[in-house]
């Protein structure tokens, strides 16, 4: 063979191998996405009608916080993928491998993770951006799921899973709930100039982000948009985000890495400058956070005179709480009907009728059967109201 045949072979062969890795099994939102290891009970027949993948994101002492939100949250349709920082002591990641690999029902269904290899994450910087992506990654990969949630130990679910799905299961496959706004106020020169490195991307142990003196010009290729940190992302969007087929996800990733608090305003950023993704927004977070007047850097820990607020705001998740607040117990007894530290959320596929609790009949007729409550319907009010084609279109990103 000539150098010109071998050329002509090269490209050709290329081409063809090119063609047959289109990611076009990525293109296709949601339904062309075939996941590589099936949870032995997705077998049944009996199907939920939509699921969720967690991100669980803890720290040092978050042990406590940790399992009992776990189990709060637990429902055999979803996965949930913990992430407790690398800066955490050895005994509190082996901790956290005895609870999970103890539960015989996690150990059953086979949704339930922790990040072998876990981030160093720096409080306000980029390393909790990564450790998000990395963790949509994981899930993307193993799993298929609807909606991705990211929540922190110190946050709790108002609604039991069954609402959840139920409430979800007539919202379109592709919203993303992401509050977002382009109004940056103080933060335009607060977070748009200022330059950051996070030691946390290239050192061994922790440390804070440093401010470096020199300041950028606020970027003209892109519009910036800042919102909350708390987020649920479609599949489709998620798969933009880690293979996106255009370069906006990567060029954005890297100007973040820089950017002060990149969480508050990498995911509002890309999905607003995006075309294709740029109408799927819902302008809401769906948690409940409350600040003080005038707000300081961390919000309000929520207690038991919160209580009331906190149901009249149909929202399903709410942080942030101390361990073992009262009002969590309150949560759980009224709002969950879980009735114990060791108990799941009150659910189809574990009701009250299972006297023990243990909730180990999952292939049973149970399984695929929701018993949502009033949750669901408090859900589903501001679901609606969000959704309402005159709220949805008006609150797009501008
Ligand atoms: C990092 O932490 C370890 C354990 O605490 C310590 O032995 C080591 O000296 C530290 N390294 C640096 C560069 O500070
Ligand atoms: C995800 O969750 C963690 C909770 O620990 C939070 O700090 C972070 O800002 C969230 N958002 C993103 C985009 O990473
Ligand atoms: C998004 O909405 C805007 C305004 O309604 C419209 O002009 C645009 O074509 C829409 N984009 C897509 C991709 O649907
Ligand atoms: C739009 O949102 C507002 C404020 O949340 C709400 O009061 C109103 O009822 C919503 N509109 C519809 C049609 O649901």
Same mark, same amino acid.
């Given at each position: 063979m000539g150098v010109k045949e071998l050329t002509l072979f090269f490209i050709i062969a290329s081409l063809t191998f090119s063609l047959y890795f289109f990611p076009i099994r990525f293109t296709r939102?949601?339904?062309g996405y075939n996941p590589i290891i099936k949870t032995p009970?997705?077998?049944?027949?009996k199907q939920y009608p939509v699921s969720f993948a967690y991100l669980i994101s803890a720290s040092a002492g978050d042990s406590e916080k940790l399992k009992r939100l776990l189990l709060a949250l637990y429902h055999p349709a979803n996965y949930y993928l913990i992430h407790i920082d690398?800066?955490?002591?050895e005994v509190e990641h082996e901790e956290m491998i005895e609870f999970v690999s103890g539960q015989p029902v996690f150990a059953q269904v086979g949704n339930v993770w922790i990040v072998g290899k876990p981030n160093l994450v720096t409080y306000r910087g980029p390393t909790m951006l990564a450790t998000t992506l990395h963790a949509m990654s994981m899930l993307l990969r193993t799993c298929n799921w609807d909606w991705f949630i990211n929540l922190s130990a110190s946050d709790y679910p108002l609604v039991t899973q069954d609402d959840l799905i139920d409430a979800f299961s007539?919202?379109?496959?592709?919203l993303n709930f992401i509050q977002h706004?382009?109004?940056?106020?103080? @933060? %335009?020169?607060?977070?748009?100039?200022p330059i950051i490195i996070d030691p946390? +991307?290239?050192?061994?142990n922790k440390s804070e982000i440093w401010w470096v003196i020199k300041q950028r010009t606020l970027p003209t290729a892109f519009k910036l948009y800042t919102g909350s940190a708390w987020t649920i992302l479609s599949r489709s969007f998620s798969e933009y985000c880690v293979?996106?087929?255009?370069n906006l996800p990567r060029t954005l990733l890297l100007y973040y890495t820089?950017?002060?608090?990149s969480p508050e305003g990498y995911f509002q950023t890309l999905i607003c400058n995006s075309e294709d993704y740029k109408?799927?927004?819902?302008?809401?977070?769906?948690h409940y956070i409350a600040w003080d007047t005038p707000p300081k850097q961390h919000p309000r820990t929520l207690g038991i005179k919160d209580y009331k607020k906190i149901v009249m705001s149909h929202r399903p998740f709410a942080r942030k709480f @101390? %361990?073992?607040?009262?009002v969590l117990d309150k949560i759980d007894r009224?709002? +969950?009907?879980?009735?114990?530290?060791s108990h799941f959320g009150y659910g189809g596929w574990c009701s009250?009728?299972?006297?023990?609790?243990?909730?180990?009949?999952?292939?049973?007729?149970?399984?695929?059967q929701l018993k949502p409550g009033r949750g669901s319907r408090r859900l589903r009010a501001l679901l609606t109201k969000n959704l309402s084609p005159v709220n949805f279109s008006k609150r797009q990103c501008r």
């Open positions: 939102p949601i339904t009970i997705l077998k049944s027949e690398s800066g955490a002591p007539e919202v379109p496959r592709d706004s382009s109004r940056l106020g103080w @933060k %335009l020169t607060k977070r748009g100039k946390g +991307l290239y050192g061994a293979v996106g087929w255009d820089n950017f002060v608090s109408n799927t927004t819902v302008n809401h977070d769906l @101390k %361990l073992d607040d009262p009224d709002l +969950l009907g879980r009735h114990g530290r009250k009728s299972d006297k023990m609790r243990k909730c180990l009949f999952l292939h049973g007729e149970r399984y695929g």
